[in-house]
């Protein structure tokens, strides 16, 4: 077969893109799903839902090559995955019409863009996402060509749709569109039904989980048995309600507003300009763009319609990855306005030509220093930070992400502290020891806290958790500090263990700021959320002490390394009142209530601040505020104080009224006469 121009240049983009993610790739494990992605890869398991089974073979098949450490062989394959994206990135701007030079701009600003970037160093489903959503551009493209549109060419779009929903279920809404622009061509239902033929036998891949199921895999999350469970996996059953909020305008506004900040910061300045140059001065002649570009946007809208989260840092941080078309799509308009202003600038082409080359260059070298993880081996030491210090035989009970993952690809895969038992709390992975198969959502919690405790009366050796869980404060067990992690102790413990000592930062522990070089700016909001760990674990101990001069320097070093992270600010706001520093307590507070404006505890923070200043107008407001965001009854019971202490009898009445109606409505009583809220 010859090779086109075209072909030729795409490998070339796709070859220095490969060099290009080569250079920063990350050594071993990193932050987030990076380790369980690894130990799925390993086990040839299945990762959290929908399961990724067409990942999964292509990790495990990168983890059998011989060189380096499996961490950095699953790390290449996503490299690997995002140059081949690059190189058909390219193709695709060649294929819609862009020139030479403006299709060399168009890649550079997607190659270089931080979404893509950041998945491309180290082990994360994305890259494969993304490239199956430019292989469905490019065939899409093909299928809808009066040269090219044939019945093989839908069954082929047909069939990589299906399997790209493998690949990450979002991608399910750009197929959906995609494939009903080339269904508008000569549409009749015999086309239709053969397109979803083809689409079910391309999802087929999925059958791969449930059979690998039978053989029970090393590493699975929470084992989808059948095709009832295939399905749960693929619906993401097991993470509850797809929805977090109400749907409301203001907040789908916001979730879009925040979405598209998130893909413009992704491509730079330079990008975002030319993307809105082009945008508004693309013609006719970009059709093709814009039809890619509405594709692209299905996924921010389906996530902002669907999911209706709350647009904070770090929801913004989760769905940032999802973005990837979106991004793609702005980096062709991007290279659409770089024509346009090629086209404008007259005699001065070459200077501006020059000019653009550099805004690329520019973009890609701040691009390069935000995502280089070459050296990058901090996860890899969380997970062992974790373990090193537990007894011998000792049991770690862990939750989120980073302390799962991290301490299991140690135990597992680097064959450290291998003798400490890990238990998942959620018991999606590591087994079921708390007997939630079968078990309803809603008394997951129920179940945990009854089994832990009596884990707790009967266990030999120390338990760790390293997160304290709320259910078992509120049951009557105590978490002693131990460095990352905190040991517990039963409720009916006879308090010899309480007096063995308590733990308090060595000197030669780390302040989170400074296993960050370069600063925390440079590092996302996942990895941030793990290294913030040090010296939160070490504020927090001192203050158990009542050492809160002590504790202040940690707090406000948590809080530089968090400065998007609202319970970073909150703890320093705290930190500082104790510690007399009223304006910074002040100043964190508002921060606070910027970073998240729908959370109810900044406000009602700021609201008890200014109650114990003597401002108890002002704090009544703000308990006013914080219960229109979510109503409470404490809340309530608050307002209500802070408008008797200011002598408004009457507002304070209506308060108490709002208050009762929640203790009414709890007994099953009739509601009273309070105002709506």
Known sequence: MRMTRVGVQC??????????????????????????????????????????????????????????????????????????????????????????????????????????????????????????????????LRARSLRTASQRSDAIYFFVAGLSLLAHQTLLFPAIFLGAWILARGFTLRRLLEAAGWALLGASLALFIPIRELGEPAFSWNGARGLPGLLDAFLRGGYGELRQNPVR????????????????????????LLAAAGALTAGRERCAI?????????????????????????????????????????????GAGAGAALRHSGRNRVAAAAALACGAALTMGFHYAVCDRSAFRLAERYGNDLLRDLPQGATLVVDGDNETFLAAYATRIEGYRSDVALIHRRGYVF????????????????????????????AIQPIHYATPPEDLIEAGVRFLPAGLTHRAVPPRSKGGVVSAGRWVPP?????????????????????????????????????????????????????????????????????????????IALAELLAARTLAPRDPEPPARLAAFLAAAGHPRDAALWFEKAYGIRPAPAVASDAARAWTVAGDPERARVWTERAADFERAAQGSPAGRGIPG
């Open 11 to 140: 490998l070339a983009a796709a070859a220095l893109a490969a060099l290009l993610y080569g250079m920063t790739l990350a050594p071993t494990v990193g932050a987030g799903d990076s380790g369980e992605l690894i130990l799925a890869a390993d086990a040839l398991g299945a990762p959290h839902p929908p399961g990724y089974p067409l990942w999964t073979l292509l990790a495990h098949l990168a983890a059998l090559v011989p060189f380096g450490s499996i961490a950095l062989r699953v790390n290449a394959l996503s490299a690997l995955l995002s140059a081949a994206a690059v190189g058909l990135f390219l193709h695709v701007s060649r294929r819609i019409g862009l020139r030479v030079f403006e299709a060399a701009v168009a890649t550079v600003l997607f190659a270089a863009s931080t979404v893509v970037w950041r998945a491309a160093i180290e082990a994360e489903v994305y890259p494969l996402a993304t490239l199956c959503f430019l292989a469905l551009a490019t065939l899409a």
């Open 249 to 272: 305008l203001d907040l789908i506004a916001s979730e879009i507003w925040g979405m598209a900040a998130v893909a413009g910061a992704a491509v730079g300045a330079v990008g975002a």
């Open 290 to 334: 814009r039809v890619i570009a509405v594709a692209a946007l299905t996924v921010p809208a389906a996530l902002a319609a669907l999911i209706t989260f709350t647009p904070d840092p770090e929801h913004l941080a989760q769905v940032a990855p999802f973005l990837a078309p979106a991004v793609g799509a702005l980096a062709l308009l991007g």
């Open 431 to 458: 087994g079921d020891p708390y007997g939630l198969a079968g078990v309803p959502r809603a008394r997951w919690v129920e179940v945990a806290t009854r089994v832990d405790v009596e884990r707790l009366d009967t």
């Open 507 to 583: 000197a030669d522990w780390p302040r989170s700021g400074d296993l960050l070089p370069g600063g925390p700016e440079r590092y996302d909001y996942v990895t941030r959320k793990m290294v913030i760990s040090y010296s939160d674990a070490a504020a927090r101990a001192l203050w158990d002490e009542g050492r809160l001069a002590a504790a202040y320097p940690w707090f406000e070093d948590a809080a530089r390394v968090g400065f998007d992270f609202v319970g970073a600010r909150l703890n320093l706001a705290t930190a500082a009142a104790a510690t007399g520093r009223i304006e």
